[in-house]
């Protein structure tokens, strides 16, 4: 079961109510192209019941690590996502989140949130320079190149 998973039938029951949710979890396979997140999500959320459904606001926080798309080193930063989603009985595919009975998961929101917002080519703070082992004279000229060295530009 996730951690994310919250009973909201008291909001379901009184239209205009509004509830504070603070709730922190471990989202398994939080993963992206180039980073991922190995501690636990947290969410700070304001719940709102309207017509359509419940209104969820806040935000979103993780802590991410990969490895440094140029020196190769580690990198790790936190990361902060506004979120305002609508939970619905009959959810529109990709645009709303479905409520299940009287209950919503906030897990897959915050995994969509945290995924849209991962690195796709992380680096290092302030940006890092990797150094070549060879200097432009030492280098090996591939002699299929040798032609385009020839050439006055």
């Avoid at 919250?6 to 396979?29: F, Q």
């Avoid at 991922?36 to 999500?41: E, F, I, K, L, S």
């Avoid at 302030?126 to 190149?145: K, L, M």
Wanted: glycine content about 6%; some cysteine; proline content about 7%.
């Amino acid at each position: 079961m996730s951690g994310f998973r919250i009973d909201v039938a008291d909001l379901l029951a009184h239209p205009g109510t509004r509830r504070a949710l603070t709730l922190a979890a471990h989202i398994d396979d939080l993963v992206g192209s180039a980073a991922r997140v190995d501690a636990p999500v947290s969410i700070d959320l304001m719940l709102e019941r309207i017509n359509e459904g419940i209104v969820a606001r806040g935000t979103v926080t993780a802590r991410w690590s990969a490895e440094c798309s140029v020196c190769l080193g580690d990198v790790e930063r936190s990361l902060a996502v506004q979120v305002d989603e609508l939970f619905e009985h009959l959810p529109v595919d990709g645009e709303t989140y479905p409520i299940e009975g009287h209950e919503i998961d906030l897990e897959q929101l915050a995994r969509d949130a945290v995924l849209l917002e991962l690195p796709l080519a992380p680096h290092c703070e302030p940006p890092c320079t990797a150094e070549s082992p060879f200097t432009n004279d030492d280098a090996p000229t591939d002699p299929r190149w040798a032609v385009l060295s020839e050439l006055e530009l």
